[in-house]
C-alpha cells in the first residue's frame, strides 16, 4: 500500500473535523432553553441566571465564543462540564473505552453472525434455506433497535436471568458478560444489514469466469470458496461495515441508555438534558474522529482487498 494513498486519506479528515466543530458549535447554541437556567433550575432570579451566563461566557458575541472554543481546543482543552464540574476530556477518557468496547463487541458479533450464514444463504439459493435466513434477518432489520433491546432485556435479562440488566463489571470476563445483551442489540442489527448484501455479492463472484476455472481445475469448493469467492465479495461489504460501525456509535446512544451502560452515549443524553454546552460540544466532536478513523480504516482495508482502488 503506498504511503501517498494513505496521506490522500489522512488528510481529507482535517476539512471534515474542521466543518464538524463549525456546525456543532452552532448547532448546540441553537438548543432552546438556557444552560444557566438549567443548571440553577425554574426557582433561579433573573440576575443569578445574568451572572451565570457572564462566568459561562455565554454572553459574549458568537464569534468571540467561537475563537475561545477553537484557541482551548487546539491546546487539548474542551472546558469544564457545566453540571459535573470536572474537565470534559477527562470525562470522555473515563467513558470513552466502554463505548470503545461495546461498538468492537457489536461489530464482532454481527460479523460473526453475518458471514456464515451469508455464505450459506448465497451456496444454497432459492432453497428454504436461505428463504428463512433472508426472512429472519429481514424481520430484525425492520425492528427498531430500542425495541429489540426491550425485548432482550425483558426476556434475557429480567425473566430468565441469564445475563445482567445493567452495568459493565470490573474484569475483561465481567465485561464481555454485562455487555453481551447490548452488543447482541446492535450486532443483530448490523447482521441483518451485512447478511443480504453479502450474500448477493457472493452469489455474484460465484457465477464469475475465474471461479468456474477453478472448479474446472478441480479445486475444492471450500478452498475455492476461501481464496476466490470471499475475498471479492468482501470489498463491496467492507465499505458497508464501516458505513454500519459509524451507525453503532451512535446506536449506542440508545443502547447504553436502555441498559445504563456508563458510556459517552448515556453521558451525551444527559448532556443534551442538563444543557451542558461542553459536553455536548466534546462528544460530538470525539463522534466525528472516531467515525472518520474508522472511514480511513475502511479504505485501507478496501484498497487491500481491491489494489485499484489506490489509484481512485
Request: proline share 5%.
Amino acid at each position: 500500500m503506498h504511503a501517498t494513498y494513505v496521506l490522500k486519506r489522512l488528510l481529507q479528515i482535517i476539512p471534515t473535523f474542521l466543518a464538524v466543530m463549525l456546525v456543532v458549535f452552532l448547532l448546540v447554541r441553537l438548543l432552546p432553553g438556557d444552560p444557566a437556567s438549567a443548571i440553577l433550575g425554574d426557582r433561579a432570579t433573573a440576575d443569578i441566571v445574568e451572572r451565570t451566563n457572564r462566568q459561562l461566557g455565554l454572553d459574549r458575541p458568537l464569534p468571540v465564543q467561537f475563537g475561545i472554543f477553537v484557541s482551548r481546543l487546539l491546546q487539548g482543552d474542551l472546558g469544564d462540564s457545566i453540571s459535573l464540574k470536572i474537565p470534559v476530556l477527562r470525562l470522555i477518557g473515563e467513558r470513552l473505552p466502554v463505548t470503545l468496547f461495546l461498538t468492537v463487541y457489536a461489530a464482532a458479533l454481527g460479523v460473526l453472525m453475518a458471514v456464515p450464514l451469508a455464505v450459506l444463504a448465497a451456496v444454497k439459493r432459492n432453497t428454504w434455506i436461505d428463504a428463512v435466513i433472508r426472512a429472519v434477518f429481514q424481520v430484525g432489520l425492520s425492528l427498531p433497535v430500542f425495541y429489540v433491546a426491550l425485548q432482550l432485556l425483558t426476556l434475557l435479562g429480567a425473566r430468565l436471568q441469564w445475563f445482567p440488566i445493567g452495568g459493565y463489571g470490573n474484569t475483561f470476563s465481567e465485561h464481555l458478560y454485562h455487555l453481551f445483551l447490548p452488543a447482541l442489540t446492535l450486532g443483530l442489527n448490523l447482521a441483518a444489514v451485512l447478511v443480504r448484501t453479502l450474500r448477493n455479492s457472493v452469489i455474484e463472484v460465484l457465477t464469475a469466469e475465474y471461479v468456474e476455472f477453478a472448479r474446472a481445475k478441480g479445486l475444492r469448493s471450500n478452498l475455492i470458496l476461501s481464496r476466490h469467492v470471499l475475498r471479492n465479495a468482501l470489498i463491496p461489504t467492507v465499505t458497508l461495515l464501516g458505513l454500519n460501525i459509524g451507525a453503532l456509535i451512535g446506536g449506542a446512544v440508545i443502547t447504553e441508555t436502555v441498559f445504563a451502560i456508563p458510556g459517552v452515549g448515556r453521558l451525551m443524553v444527559d448532556a443534551i438534558f442538563g444543557r451542558d454546552y461542553p459536553v455536548i460540544q466534546g462528544l460530538t466532536l470525539t463522534f466525528a474522529v472516531l467515525v472518520s478513523v474508522v472511514f480511513l480504516i475502511t479504505d485501507l482495508i478496501h484498497a487491500r482487498l481491491d489494489p485499484r482502488m489506490e489509484l481512485s
